[in-house]
């Protein structure tokens, strides 16, 4: 998929959105429905969801690093369709085949933001060849979008607030809270709705 080339933005959208702006916007969260994948029949239920779907929202969450030169490989992988969003816990390696095997899809794009680097760290926990990505931060940079990130591009874009409350939480817990399931579970979504709505303005084709 290519984006498309510099464009004006319809309506109330525009190429920057100021902290008092983004203050003022209602916040949303996902609010539908979602399965974290701990048994051979969610992952079976998952496969034959995202099968289905042109487009994956997609998205990864990492453990916090807090002292220097500490780092983490990716905890969890959160795929979106239009009927559910399933987490997966790399800790379960069952997951790994089908999480190469979407990736690898070339019929279904995979719609996130900042995908190069989610993609580059995910390869060391296991191996994958992707195919059809489409990284929005991306789009919207080469659309003219003075702002990449995916909570910016929410509230210019959608008209909405993403909260951003548990990101830097344990991700590599063996049992995720609710506020970290709704939280990984509204990114993925987001960036679905974000993808559906750049494909309407013309900043990326099927």
């Avoid at 399965?35 to 990864?60: H, K, P, S, W």
């Avoid at 607030?161 to 506020?179: D, E, V, Y």
Wanted: glycine letters at 8%; hydrophobic letters at 45%.
């Amino acid at each position: 998929m290519n984006p498309a080339t510099p464009f004006d933005l319809p309506g109330r959208n525009a190429r920057a959105i100021s902290r008092e702006d983004m203050a003022n916007l209602p916040i949303r969260r996902y609010e539908g429905d979602v399965c974290v994948v701990t048994t051979a029949q969610d992952l079976e239920r998952a496969l034959a969801d995202i099968q289905q779907e042109r487009v994956i929202g997609f998205d990864t969450e990492t453990r916090p690093a807090f002292r220097k030169g500490e780092s983490y490989l990716p905890c969890l992988v959160q795929a979106a369709t239009e009927r559910a969003v399933y987490l997966f816990q790399l800790r379960r390696p069952e997951v790994f085949p089908a999480l190469a095997a979407l990736l690898a899809e070339p019929r279904t794009v995979k719609a996130g933001v900042g995908l190069a680097h989610d993609l580059r760290t995910l390869k060391s926990v296991f191996p994958f060849s992707e195919k059809n990505v489409v990284d929005l931060g991306i789009a919207a940079r080469r659309g003219g979008l003075g702002q990449t990130g995916v909570r910016n591009l929410a509230g210019m874009m959608l008209g909405v607030r993403i909260p951003k409350g548990t990101k830097t939480s344990n991700w590599a817990a063996p049992q995720l809270t609710a506020q970290q399931i709704a939280y990984a579970a509204t990114d993925a979504w987001i960036c679905r709705e974000l993808f559906l709505r750049f494909e309407t303005l013309g900043l990326v084709r099927a």
